[in-house]
């Protein structure tokens, strides 16, 4: 096209600014997008040093302890800390909802902005906010401002929960991907079931109940800054733009670019693809909406067992604050055994994907629930058919944490890694409806265990929840046998 085509329309002139008529067209854009040099780029992450990888996974990976460690830190301090405030029990116990409740409510924040400017910078930022609301929790005057500032603590603690599997894909290919979102879950669950315990001691020394919020602060900050010096940036696209940058300077030629820089960013586009479609997805989709169900009943009741513990081992045991959560212990070393034993099933998957030509069926993830599911209703059966009376040694209940723990690791896992298997060019919309399912139902436990307790009785209130847990274990066997069928008529993939 001439110059001259190129800068009229029809009888009329163009100009671009000073007197300067429209220069002819480029050549195709795609001419002028980078791209990586193949599968073995060293700048891709998939290809970076593991010393590189684990710091990153690490960083991250401690953001979301610090995180879920915060989410039921004050758990033990609420009876002090309502009293200070003249309310109830029960409306201090908002201040662990809501912060659970934030979970649910920020996907539609964070996942986006993962997507547009990298992992790096939403989990720093995030931190960093969660430390703020969090002093302000712990500076606050009435209970208001305590269970508001929690609320948005936990927006922003949705960030670890969003952003860093995502992070974790970015770094770890199929083969060992499993690996790395277990060692994420492991900080999901151990960080709650940790601050009952620091939660508890510190509340009962000197330092009080605020002191569980400005420690929690710390960390965050401590996290934050680490997150601002020492993460790299782990999104491909984003990594891209990096280069495109330095080729430019390095040739003068402005037209070179990568494919993110032409991105718009477009609310209506976010919002059905973290909010409208997330909720769609879990009312068409079977498979996402009854792995999630599992899910959500195993998520909540790790925020159930934060009132259950101290009510089983004060109320019969007549333990004192602090070392009534020690029991929490048995909780945690279940679910090291179940991450050991997820790991330890890496060989056989591996097997698996080098037979089928490295392509992988989400069903392989399912075979730790078949164990988990069984060990875990069975430690909930155990706990309160054990704990309710002192006659029983306080060992009993505390031994039957071993097994809750082994089956929380043990089905939530390798549920969460088939979702995104299942899910895969979706998996952010599939994240985001799993993430707002479960965050919602499990703000509301804490709110009512302690009164189911009183009321059913500690072998009865476990009993309900032990059915609903046997309930749930056909679950992943019958996904095992139908899901590839089921995804093969998912409307999502026609």
Known sequence: M??????????????????????????????????????????????????????????????????????????????IASKEFDVSSEVGTLSTSLFVLGFACAPIIWAPSSELYGRKWPLAIAMIGGGIFTIASAVAKDIQTLIICRFFAGMCGTSQLTVVPGLLTDLFDTMYRGVAITVYALTVFVGPLTAPILGGFITKSYLGWRWTLYIAAICSFLNGV?????????????????????????????????????????????????????LRLLVTELILLLVSLYMTFIYALVYALLEAYPFIFQ????????????????????QLLGCGYIISQQKTYAKKLAENNSIPVPEWRLSPPLLGGP???????????????????????????IFIGFGLICVFVPCFVY????????????????????????AGFPMFTTEMFEKLGIQWACTLLGCLATLMIPIPYAFRSYGKSLRERSKVFQ
């Not at 997150?227 to 999104?235: P, R």
């Not at 109320?315 to 279940?334: A, H, R």
């Not at 952010?428 to 499990?442: F, H, P």
């Open 2 to 79: 001439s110059s001259t085509s190129a800068s009229t329309r029809g009888d009329e002139k163009i100009l671009i600014g000073k007197a300067k008529l429209l220069p002819p067209p480029l050549q195709s854009s795609e001419d002028y997008a980078v791209t990586f040099d193949g599968p073995d780029d060293p700048t891709h992450p998939y290809n970076w040093k593991l010393s590189t990888k684990l710091l990153s996974a690490i960083i991250s990976c401690s953001g979301t302890f610090i995180v879920t460690l915060t989410s039921g830190i004050l758990a033990p301090g609420i009876d």
């Open 226 to 278: 680490l997150s601002i010096f020492f993460l790299k940036e782990t999104y491909a696209p984003c990594i891209l733009i990096k280069k495109a940058k330095a080729l430019r300077e390095m040739t003068g030629n402005w037209g070179i670019h990568a494919k993110q820089e032409k991105i718009e960013l477009d609310f209506m586009n976010l919002a059905e693809k973290y909010f409208t479609r997330p």
């Open 315 to 334: 109320k019969v045991y007549g333990m004192s604050l602090g070392v009534d959560s020690l029991p929490f212990i048995g909780l945690i070393l279940g």
């Open 375 to 401: 060990a875990f209703t069975i430690g909930i059966f155990w706990l309160g058919w054990t704990g309710f009376t002192p006659e029983i040694p306080w060992e009993a209940p505390a031994a039957a944490g």
């Open 419 to 442: 979702i995104v298997d299942s899910y895969l060019p979706i998996s952010a919309s599939a994240v985001a409806a799993n993430i707002i399912l479960r965050s919602s139902v499990a």
